[in-house]
C-alpha cells in the first residue's frame, strides 16, 4: 500500500508570495492533519480535515488555510509568505478521526522563503 | 494547557550501547502515548503506541513504558546502532485537543550514535 506522498519535497518563495502545497493521504484513510515544523519548535498543529470538513484548527494566522477533496486529497495554502514561515511542512492521515487510530506522516514539504 | 517535556533535548552514545529518553507530559485527559522517529529531513515514523493501561510496549531494540499516575513515560533503545540517530518524538493523544489538535508533541530528543 503506498505510504502518504506530498509534494514538491521543496520550495523556495519570495515574502510576499503565496503557495501551494499537496498531500495525498493513504488509500481509504479519511483524515488528514497538517503540520509545521520548525527547528526548536516541534511540530505544530495546523489543521485537520475529515471528509472535506474542517474538523479542527491550530492557532495560526488566517494566511493558512487548507481544503480536503472528495477523494480525501488535500491542500495546504499559505498566502503572503513570511521569512518565518520557511519550515518543513507536514501531513499525516489516518483512518478515521479520534485518537487510538494511528497517523501516518509523509515526508514532507521543506518551504524556504527568502 | 496541555504540554509534552522531552529530556534530553539532545544525548550522543557509542554504537552498541544503551539509551533511555524521558517523556513527561500534562495531557489531562489523556487517551494514549505514542513514540516517534524521525530522521533528518524525513516525516516521523511510530515507534509504539500506548493506551493508559498499558505499562510497556515493544518494537524490536526499542522498549516503552508508561507510568500514567506519575505521568511518565520513556524510551528505551537497546544495543544501538547508527541508523538509530535520529529525533524522536513523544506525543499525547487528547480527546479535546482544541487549538493543539489531538496530538499534543514534544519537541523531541536528538540522538547521535557514534561508531
Known amino acids: 500500500k503506498a505510504g502518504v506522498t506530498q509534494t514538491p519535497r521543496y520550495l523556495i518563495k519570495t515574502r510576499g508570495q503565496q503557495v501551494t502545497l499537496s498531500c495525498s493521504p493513504i488509500s481509504g484513510h479519511r483524515s488528514v492533519s497538517w503540520y509545521q515544523q520548525t527547528p526548536g519548535q516541534g511540530l505544530q498543529f495546523l489543521f485537520e480535515?475529515?471528509?472535506?470538513?474542517?474538523?479542527n484548527k491550530g492557532n495560526f494566522p488566517g494566511r493558512f488555510s487548507g481544503r480536503q477533496f472528495s477523494n480525501s486529497r488535500s491542500e495546504m495554502n499559505v498566502s503572503t509568505l513570511e521569512l518565518g514561515d520557511s519550515a518543513l511542512y507536514l501531513c499525516?492521515?489516518?483512518?478515521?478521526?479520534?485518537?487510538?487510530?494511528?497517523?501516518?506522516f509523509g515526508p514532507g514539504t521543506r518551504l524556504t522563503v527568502t | 494547557k496541555n504540554q509534552v517535556e522531552q529530556s534530553p533535548q539532545s544525548l550522543i552514545i557509542l554504537e552498541g550501547k544503551n539509551c533511555t529518553l524521558q517523556c513527561n507530559y500534562t495531557v489531562s485527559p489523556f487517551s494514549n502515548l505514542r513514540w516517534y522517529k524521525q530522521d533528518t529531513g524525513r516525516g516521523p515514523v511510530s515507534l509504539t503506541i500506548?493506551?493508559?493501561?498499558?505499562n510497556t510496549k515493544s518494537n524490536g531494540r526499542y522498549t516503552a513504558t508508561l507510568d500514567a499516575d506519575t505521568k511518565q513515560s520513556s524510551l528505551h533503545i537497546t544495543a544501538s546502532q547508527l541508523s538509530d540517530s535520529a529525533s524522536y518524538i513523544c506525543?499525547?493523544?487528547?480527546?479535546?485537543?482544541?487549538?493543539?489538535?489531538?496530538?499534543?508533541f514534544g519537541k523531541g530528543t536528538k540522538l547521535s550514535v557514534k561508531p
Open positions: 480535515y475529515f471528509s472535506e470538513t474542517q474538523r
Open positions: 500506548m493506551t493508559f493501561s498499558e
Open positions: 506525543v499525547v493523544s487528547a480527546p479535546y485537543g482544541g487549538s493543539q489538535g489531538n496530538l499534543i
Open positions: 499525516a492521515s489516518s483512518v478515521d478521526r479520534g485518537m487510538t487510530y494511528e497517523q501516518y
